[in-house]
């Protein structure tokens, strides 16, 4: 009976096993907790990644949220847990956790004087409260934490905001469609990486862009150098494939999870460093140049594992054979033991054939039974004396001597002893690995920055990216031969489209036929800025941006039945929370606005949204809409100016061109994509009737409606920055 | 060393594993051909369903598909495997496979002539394929797929239609958001089934809604009957929460993959079977009577399986003690010889305490040296002649001697053989019990019946649904008091609504404010309709049906931009699906159609294809807009009606009601909605400004628009029902 008790408590956010995490993406585990300020903190027991930082509202603790999207979640008795998502598991944990003394006492122990690291007692109360729970989910063994050395606090002001609402329009990391693609998000156009480590530090990037210029361009001169290299971009991509996942085996060794195979697994990993230095001797820009300085050599571990692993060591540590000869004197010699008796085994059965002159004797060995000699039944009468009968089968008897049973023992004994003595030599390795764990994990943090950049390198060089010129905060947008980076990668022959939002041009009412990619349209403006801001080149001909605070998406919201909130009442809280955050520093994309209401309704919320934007928030706005009614707000607000995408009636069809143009829309094509679509031709036929005869009503309008058609047809935007 | 051989494919419609498949689903594989018309087989290989059918079109292919959304599937050469979705994984597969003679050969090798149970070429070639399929992941062990002995076809004219898109828009199985709950798929609020069998089946009944009233009203005869007895719906609940998933565990004893645990687990739950007869055994209803009939003993293979293996079996068949005492006289012998053995060896501590007079003396085991007959190195002097050292330690020696030695021997031996005895015995069982594969599959077919019928009775009784009353095809709907059957449970206060379409109301144009539940209220008269023909009763107070051969949904679609199809491209296309095919018998939904273009256009294809479905189809539909000016349709079209959802204005907010009442909405409240949203002030009111400006410019129009507003505040549809 093998006894039985409780060493660890798997939950959603603290498992450790590879199979059921993905390799790619970070599974974080989060606190939050009340008081002047919320404070938040976010764990990956997996790999030592630990955070923390501090939020003023209930809007920005989402924000935060929506950025690392935790799997489970502690939260201080009292703090309101419907800020996590249905995705995340909200734990009860003891409320004596989150108490200030035993939470600082707690972040003592793992870095001593919390206050040097965090700011703030929500911060601290949220930092001690997650590592009492981690602890927790150890069941008791808690010095098999002592990896987690790395506490890093961040400012939200440093990143530019994407809230869940954005990531999930803009497609980051998870399709919009329920039955959505592979290679339809950004992060799967973005991710050249080569290891583990480094996709998921890419994901980090997207996840948290910058909004400091200085540091931006740090990250695009690592690019650009990179990118012009193609040679060493090669050579440093091969070697990152022999690197294995070292944040978790190194989180496995400090736990005392790891085998022989993943000492040996870190030993080669650890072996390209000198590799990836060497390629980087002659690195040019600052970037290149401090993550070769953090690529420590680490010989003295390398040499640990490699002089006592043996080179391709068995699952199992107790299958023996782990430790390499040469190593340990003992061993050496339990081995020797074992050797020599086996040797003399061997040599048993000529030296008995020849004393006992039958040719036919065997000297064998099965599991039962250990050594045996056998002599066929016909040859009985030549066994010498000393033979001991053991078994006997149907043709033949099998013996043992006194002498040969001796040297089985000593077999048997040596063999137990050298199995001890390995696992015991293992054990002491991994503990000295173990020792080192933090400077092992700063190396790991330098190979996946240089992963993320050799990434976004090939992915510029490849995919034709420009260095896109980084303006302050507050500057416009100008884009020439924009594309959107996932939209091209899927779609032949994308015309790609530029932008000039800013000056005299913050607002862009954009009309034109469905299909025409208004949407795609202002999502790539998005993308472009956010690739910028994680430091990667852009998909366009150039682009020189102000630097964003934060985007914001307003588009087609999936109804949400069950949840008592409809369509629209989602639209207008979305909509709320932009009017209200939106400042200069922020881009705001509202795709179709005032749909889910009557028609009436959602042409006078549009309009009055649209002027409220242009004279109070001062945001870059891109407003794409089918109420071509909007477009005479041209003509009545300083900063705004139509766009289309134009089309043009052939014959009985209609192409769609998907080119922008400044003006607005003369005529939608509904009708004719309803045609093509295979709607009947009653139908076609009965709809244009209808269309024409309240043409006809307009007409005798006359003027009095007030809105100006532009002519179709008008210069792109981008032709107007030269 | 192990020999390693290829002895199973794993593809994701073949495994088999419980570890790897849903318990409470069907994992298929499919099959599809082509020719004068379509052939499709399904099979799932860990339960042996087998299902063929035709298609004359690709979208009934499409539409099959949706039903059983097989995970795989092997396509003709020459077939477009386009018509499978994106979750579907399409493998190669030899083409002399779906050749018209090797299929026919293949398939009549299972089930002998094919042409008695399916139609027509394509057909036979399907499934002929789809078993070659089959055997080839089972790498040539061809024999272990017997117990695939059901092929059942069917005709898609025997169920109704429930393409994937009305799937989706009605969530029968899966939530439309993809962050969507569990608990919110009709499916989920359905089943208060008791094992996977039922689960399974229930499902089955849900993707395949009959049409035929004798065998809708035979499966509401059953659920009313154990609906009204509580006792026995009880104990039905509780003897089947005891059942295995027999339907796996008879295909592993077929494939020569169950252990003893899993034998086990099949008398367990053919124990059930007579309690299942005996509660049973007053049943009044057709249904019920014939699923006891169903429901036989199969004594010979409980006793089979009870006489020859033990109660509480190891997991794994090579640690013995698989088999009875008693049911083998050799094992018996062995076994005796074994347990002889060992009561020697246990009294020979005393006897040999007895003859050397050395009270400390032990007898003991070791894996390594096995039984030995210990004495401290006090007591050595006085250790017999026929003592042989075997073992030297610290404190004490350790002896055998010759006549314990034997005895080990004769132990061992008698061991060894005693499990190759009992894997012999073990193997002849099993294979007993898989020559009754098929006797063991129809007791599963009649309880997983019995059990969804118990679910659909309890969910009857404890949420106080009515029997619908089933009228013929092309009859009216009439619905009293009805509700959604998934927002009921999750919303408090839910407002029920009756329903009557047909006659001189077959087209209903909804109107009304955003979340008064325009979009819920449609789905719910599907979603009963549904219900009623899967043999349920229905959230309703009463209703009257008539049979529906299909239920189309046009609701809104999420965008789908790398794919290249606009949202409004995706609705046209759905719309001339509905257009074509849709009849007398059918029931439309259609939600905000012409939303993704112009306002103008928009309205234009809403109201022409209004006027064709109420013209052309016949078809029964609630059409919901906010286009208040389709409202007048009710006044040109003669078979059609406004409905609307009425809305108070409270002093300075809105108070939606959930209660449908006849005639148009007089306003809408989009921007009442806005302001609860948290849109600022100034907003609202500029809001407001327009549409009153707006109202006014109409009103200089006067009564040239034609468009007759009816008065708010109607009767409800339910109250002139009688």
């Known amino acids: 009976l093998v006894e039985r008790a409780v060493t660890r408590i798997v939950t959603p956010g603290t498992v450790t096993e590879d199979e059921l995490l993905g390799g790619d993406e970070n599974n974080f585990v989060a606190a939050l907790t009340g008081g002047d300020s919320y404070g938040l903190a976010f764990l990956d027991v997996s790999t030592g990644d630990f955070v923390a930082t501090s ?61 040097r690291r965090l700011a ?50 803009l497609e980051l990391f998870e399709p919009r469609s329920v039955h959505g693609r592979e290679g339809t998000t950004l992060v799967d156009v973005l991710d050249e990486t080569s290891c583990a480590l480094g996709r998921r530090k890419l994901t980090d990037w997207l996840r948290r862009p910058l909004v400091d ?29 022999d690197v294995y996942d070292i944040e978790r085996l190194i989180s496995r060794v400090s736990r005392g999870r790891a085998n022989a195979r993943d000492l040996r697994s870190l030993e080669t990993t650890l072996d390209v460093i ?16 401090d993550l070769r300085a953090r690529l420590q050599d680490l010989s003295d571990v390398r040499e640990e594992i490699g002089s006592a692993i043996v080179d391709d060591p068995p699952q199992e540590l107790t299958e023996g054979g782990v430790i390499r ?30 004393r006992t002159g039958v040719e036919s004797l065997k000297v064998g060995h099965n599991s039962v039974h250990g050594y045996y000699i056998e002599v066929t039944k016909a040859n009985t009468e030549h066994v010498p004396e000393n033979y001991e009968r053991r078994q006997t089968l149907k043709n033949a008897e099998r013996y043992v001597t006194p002498k040969l049973k001796a040297r089985e023992d000593e077999i048997v004994r040596a063999e137990g002893r050298a199995d001890d003595r390995e696992y015991e030599l293992f054990v002491g390795v991994r503990e000295s690995v173990a020792a080192e764990a933090e400077r092992v994990q700063d190396v790991a943090a330098a190979v996946a920055e240089l992963d993320a950049l050799c990434s976004l390198a090939t992915v510029a060089a490849e995919y034709d990216y420009a260095r896109p010129e980084m303006r302050e905060a507050g500057a416009p947008i100008d884009i020439e031969g ?27 009412v954009i009309t034109g036929p469905n299909m025409s990619g208004k949407s795609t349209y202002m999502r790539q403006v998005a993308l472009v800025c956010v690739l910028a801001q994680v430091g990667s080149f852009v998909p366009a001909e150039s682009a020189e941006l102000g630097v964003l605070n934060r985007v914001f998406t307003r588009v087609g919201a999936s109804d949400d039945i069950a949840g008592g909130r409809s369509t629209f009442m989602v639209e207008m809280t979305e909509l709320a929370d932009i009017l209200r955050d939106a400042d200069d520093g922020s881009l705001v994309l509202l795709d179709e606005v005032g749909r889910g209401t009557s028609t009436a309704d959602g042409l006078a919320i549009a309009r009055a949204i649209t002027e409220y934007i242009h004279d109070e928030t001062d945001a870059l706005t891109l407003f794409a809409t089918h109420h071509h009614e909007l477009t005479d707000l041209a003509d009545d607000l300083g900063e705004a100016v139509n766009l289309h995408f134009p089309a043009t009636q052939t014959g009985d069809g209609v192409a769609f061109r998907h080119d922008v143009a400044y003006g607005a829309a003369t005529a939608s094509y509904g009708i004719e994509v309803a045609k093509a679509a295979g709607v009947p031709d009653d139908v076609v036929r009965r709809a244009r009737e209808l269309v024409e005869r309240e043409r006809e009503r307009n007409a005798v309008e006359g003027a009095t409606s007030g809105g100006a058609q532009e002519a179709d047809g008008g210069s792109a935007p981008s032709d107007i920055e030269d």
């Open 55 to 115: 939020a003023d509202s209930r809007q920005q603790v989402r924000d935060e949220l929506g950025r690392f999207a935790p799997a489970e979640a502690v939260v201080e008795p009292g703090v309101d847990a419907e800020l996590f998502g249905a995705d995340c598991m909200v734990t009860r944990f003891r409320e004596d956790a989150f108490d200030a003394a035993s939470a600082r006492e707690k972040l003592d122990a793992y870095f001593g004087a919390p206050e």
């Open 120 to 169: 703030g007692d929500s911060e601290i109360r949220a930092c001690g409260a997650l590592l009492s729970y981690a602890e927790y989910t150890r069941a008791g063994q808690q010095d098999t934490l002592e990896y987690l050395n790395h506490l890093t606090r961040y400012d939200p002001r440093d990143y530019m905001v994407l809230d869940a609402v954005a990531l999930r329009s």
């Open 213 to 241: 210029r200085d540091r931006i361009d740090a990250r695009l001169d690592g690019v650009e150098e990179l990118r012009g290299d193609l040679r060493t971009r090669e050579e440093l991509a091969e070697a990152l494939r």
């Open 274 to 289: 000198p590799d990836l230095r060497e390629l980087l001797v002659d690195a040019d820009s600052g970037k290149l140049r």
């Open 325 to 354: 000869d040469g190593y340990d004197e003992t061993l050496d010699e339990l081995r020797e033991t074992e050797r020599e008796g086996k040797q003399w085994i061997r040599d048993l059965e000529a030296a008995e054939k020849e």
């Open 482 to 508: 924009g594309r959107h980076p996932v939209v091209e990668r899927t779609e032949e022959g994308f015309v790609p489209n530029g932008v000039h939002l800013g000056g005299d041009e913050r607002v862009a």
